[in-house]
């Protein structure tokens, strides 16, 4: 049975999307993370999830667990960039004083829409940027953000409409810091999708807009296996591929995660050290420090939004089980 149910983590709401297969647990009043992705058929978890203990580590680092919402993500040099004839100045939260991963942290979304019906079931959750004034006070132009969960099976779609609500252009730049489990069993899986360079970083971790050959990381063109894997690495996709990774157990289960190739330009894998539990599989739109670079939004990835236009960014997940 298709269905939405609520829950509780923390004292704070949850929402459940169900189907026979998986269940998707939504957090709307901390910054809409999908924190939990229990696959039912096979009793497993699929996502780093946030123990009811880690509330505190949580609320300084939600990034940490999930699918969370990067806006804009990766680093920005001191914080600071100019576009469109306006200065930005973003927290300086990270080393040597620059941004890291955007303005999108814990805010409280608002549930608007829940569906169910005989293919699935849906969630579609608001928030408008002015209602935060630590965002406003760094990007003072107001955006409506418009989420929609839907669970099919086991294929989550999600769809981010961003609206720009204000007078004057902004740029925009997002995604998902998404947390795959290994099961301390990294060997036994394999990553696959099609990428061409490595973005090259200075001393601070912020990307130079060069781009370096792929050397062994070319095997994650037909299946690189994770065993000893240890990533914190931007890489770009050709033009002409899809925006797809594939991460492949040895018994045939896998996770295939996908975007829209017209908006998402870049991947980003973490480790955080060796690969053991997780791998971190990161679609973005922009490259980090995207408005500092001297390199054209085609390149970049960064979207320029003009008052009253709106952009939908999609995004799917799915399960493939073995023999199926």
């Given amino acids: 049975m298709n269905q939405v149910t609520k829950g509780q983590w923390n004292g704070y709401d949850t929402y459940i999307l169900k189907t026979g297969r998986l269940e998707v647990t939504l957090l709307p009043r901390l910054g809409n993370n999908v924190i939990e992705i229990k696959d039912q058929q096979e009793q497993r978890h699929v996502l780093r999830r946030p123990e009811e203990s880690e509330l505190a580590f949580y609320l300084q680092k939600p990034y940490h667990f999930g699918m969370p919402m990067l806006i804009p993500p990766g680093r920005i040099e001191k914080g600071r960039f100019e576009y469109g004839g306006t200065s930005y100045q973003f927290d300086q939260n990270t080393a040597n004083d620059n941004h890291i991963h955007g303005l999108h942290r814990t805010q409280a979304w608002c549930v608007s829409d829940i569906e169910e019906d005989d293919e699935g079931c849906a969630i579609t959750t608001e928030f408008s940027t002015s209602e935060d004034p630590r965002w406003t006070a760094q990007m003072p132009q107001p955006l409506k953000l418009q989420m929609n969960f839907r669970l099919q099976e086991s294929e989550l779609h999600k769809r981010l409409r961003v609206i720009n609500n204000g007078t004057e252009p902004v740029p925009f730049g997002m995604g998902y810091h998404t947390w795959f489990l290994l099961d301390g069993q990294p060997d036994q899986w ?135």
């Fill in 190 to 324: 394999t990553l696959k999708l099609p990428v061409e360079g490595i973005y090259t970083l200075n001393d601070q971790l912020i990307p130079t807009g060069r781009q370096a050959p792929l050397g062994e990381l070319e095997a994650l063109n037909k299946g690189f296996n994770l065993k000893d894997a240890d990533f914190d690495t931007i890489l770009s996709i050709p033009e002409g591929e899809p925006a797809e990774a594939i991460l492949t157990r040895n018994d045939g289960y896998g996770i295939h995660y996908s975007a829209d190739r017209s908006y998402f330009k870049h991947w980003v894998l973490y480790t955080k050290g060796k690969a053991d539990e997780f791998l971190c599989i990161e679609p973005y739109t922009w490259l980090p420090n995207a408005p500092n670079l001297d390199l054209p939004n085609e390149t970049t990835g960064l979207i320029h939004l003009e008052p009253g236009q709106s952009v939908e960014l999609h995004t799917k997940l799915q399960i493939h089980y073995p023999n199926t």
